[in-house]
């Protein structure tokens, strides 16, 4: 398949041919919920932990006796309804992590781009080609393309110079080709790659 090529100004200056088997392939939106969950899984540090009621110090007597004080009969002053007390059903750390096939990876790495593709949402564009690294510039490209909100930055390698110019623009995520993840494609809307950013990537996937 064919797509359209643009400059920084926003006009066409051509067509690219590129593979069908990345940039044509079946919308699988059950596969591709799968691998964002297990992407967010993989994230989670799963440190977090507190203190049952067998694990806070102290507590050991019983405060007071079992009748006659006209109170509610307490057995712990390190019960959870304590102040100071455990926690019900602690948390305690954990492994969230789930397990991705590197064929259930790439299946739904081809879908996302494809449907983005398909949504008018890829962008490809001759070269940034940045006279300095300054965030005036990488925000007059992407007004030439009217873009707005979240938009993914897709880079052949890690060049200095765009990212400083767009780290601090609100809403602008940038990667490289080869470290692309279906994530990156989710969150955002509009993705403005170069044409080497997708050789790359087609040299990466196929």
């Known amino acids: 398949m064919e797509l359209n090529v643009y400059n920084t100004d926003g006009k066409k200056t051509g067509v690219i041919t590129v593979s069908d088997e990345i940039f044509n392939a079946e919308y699988k939106e059950a596969l591709i919920h799968q691998i964002v969950v297990a992407q967010l899984a993989n994230k989670r540090q799963g440190t977090k932990s507190a203190l049952t009621r067998a694990e806070v110090r102290g507590g050991g007597a019983k405060p007071y006796r079992q009748k006659g004080t006209g109170r ?60 300095e690294a300054k965030t005036k510039f990488m925000a007059a490209i992407l007004k030439n393309f009217e873009l707005k909100g979240k938009t993914l930055l897709i880079l052949p390698d890690n060049n200095q110079t765009i990212i400083r110019a767009a780290r601090n623009i609100e809403g602008v995520s940038i990667t490289q080709s080869d470290l692309i993840n279906v994530y990156d494609l989710v969150r955002n809307g509009k993705c403005i790659i170069t044409k080497e950013a997708v050789r790359k990537l087609e040299e990466v996937n196929i």
């Open 72 to 131: 509610a009969r307490q057995g712990s002053i390190r019960s959870p309804q304590w102040r100071k007390g455990g926690v019900v059903f602690a948390p305690k750390p954990r492994d969230f992590s789930k397990k991705i096939n590197r064929k259930m990876k790439t299946a739904a790495l081809k879908s996302a781009l494809s449907q983005k593709v398909r949504q008018d949402e890829f962008i490809v564009i001759e070269d940034f080609a940045l006279p």
